[in-house]
């Protein structure tokens, strides 16, 4: 007897002649939160119909600035989704908030010696190196295809040098398709002994003028974790022309190798992600929403709807859905019809009153300043 498929499409064909006739196959759910069986003759089940009266009843629109409007908060993160389409046969595109896509760069880049991934508890570390074709190739390849999606998708930008970001948003600035730029700014400037923009307030202002300089599509910049004090550099990324922040990126991390006699990744270091890093990136966008008015996206840990209230309740106006995807590419679109129920639920008519409940009326200290350590 075959193994079953992770994604079945269709009921297999039985070569028992004597066999009862297979029921016909069960449709793609279109609506996230409908269990995956066949809905009756008689018309959608009673869950899909529930579904789409609270998706219609609830308005979970983002307004992300300069004209780029989210159907919806839940979008999947970079370097989980690809470019989006390898995706297409198992999720409804259509139904995301968003795509940010696969980091890309000016050139191609054949990324990271491997070992490049390794499971942690409640996470995984990975060190992919930005393997892409390099901008040009992207474009040709799929922005054709996101021009047919109703999801937005953002482009992930990543480079060496402030040209290279630049020059990276200049290709793309104009192209049907392409909706935003996210730059993942958690990259070596080797002009500055390869000191990561995201760590200084100084770095990660420059690099993010000179794109709001040579294009005029909507741009978010993501921030790192991997600093004392988050708040300046929100600031200074802020007052550079972002359009909006997403937090958090991957904790730096290493793992052992069998035998304990060196670093399991080739390339030693990797970037943690997953659920354990959701405290951390509750706390980045806590943190980072006090100091600034443009929108944030969260981003770390997100598995289920709590994350999602938990981040909307901190400051965030929408969450990227990560390392989780890899378990389950249907868990995004869930998110949305749940999210949306649960609004109806408590008689919303918008998601948006579900932020920044948990935040202080004023800004408080950051925990930079030792807070948590008060006995």
């Known amino acids: 007897m075959r193994p079953k498929r992770r994604a079945v499409t269709a009921v297999p064909r039985t070569p028992d002649r004597n066999a009862a006739p297979a029921r016909r196959p069960a449709r793609r759910a279109t609506t996230g939160g409908v269990a995956p069986t066949a809905a009756p003759a008689s018309g959608p089940s009673r869950t899909a119909t529930s579904a789409r009266l609270a998706l219609e009843s609830v308005d979970l629109t983002v307004d992300l600035g300069r004209g780029l409007v989210l159907p919806n908060p839940v979008l999947v993160a970079s370097g ?38 390794t499971e942690t508890p409640a996470g995984m570390l990975n060190s992919i190196g930005l393997q892409n074709p390099g901008v040009d190739a992207v474009i040709e390849k799929y922005a054709g295809e996101w021009t047919t999606w109703k999801a ?15 020059e990276v948003a200049r290709r793309l600035d104009g192209v049907p398709g392409v909706a935003g730029i996210e730059l993942n700014i958690s990259c070596p400037n080797v002009g500055a002994g390869g000191l990561q923009f995201a760590i200084d307030a100084g770095a990660a202002a420059e690099v993010t003028a000179a794109v709001r300089r040579a294009t005029d599509l909507p741009l978010l910049v993501k921030l790192s974790p991997n600093v004392a004090d988050i708040r300046p550099i929100a600031r200074a990324i802020a007052d550079a022309g972002a359009d909006a922040l997403t937090a958090i990126n991957t904790l730096s991390g290493i793992a052992v190798a069998p035998g304990r006699r060196k670093p399991l990744l080739g390339n030693i270091y990797g970037g943690l992600s997953g659920p354990a890093v959701k405290p951390v990136a509750l706390r980045i966008v806590y943190e980072a929403s006090q100091v600034v008015k443009i929108p944030v996206v ?5 598995t289920e709807l709590a994350d999602v209230l938990d981040f909307l309740a901190v400051g965030a106006v929408a969450v990227q859905v990560g ?53």
């Not at 937005?152 to 630049?166: F, Q």
């Not at 969260?298 to 997100?302: D, Q, S, W």
């Not at 019809?337 to 009326?361: F, H, K, M, N, V």
């Open 80 to 117: 989980t989704f690809g470019y989006g389409i390898e995706y297409g046969d198992v999720v409804d595109v259509d139904r995301l908030g968003g795509i940010c896509c696969k980091g890309t760069t000016l050139k191609p880049r054949i990324g990271n010696p491997t070992p490049r991934v």
């Open 152 to 166: 937005p998708v953002l482009v992930n930008v990543a480079g060496e040098s402030v040209h290279d970001y630049v």
């Open 298 to 302: 969260a981003i770390g840990g997100v």
């Open 323 to 375: 390392t989780a995807i890899f378990a389950d590419p249907t868990l995004p679109v869930r998110l949305v019809d749940q999210l949306a129920a649960e609004c109806a639920e408590r008689g919303l008519t918008s998601y948006r009153e579900l932020i920044g409940t948990a935040l202080p009326a004023k800004a408080q200290r950051p925990s930079a300043k030792g807070v948590e350590y008060r006995p």
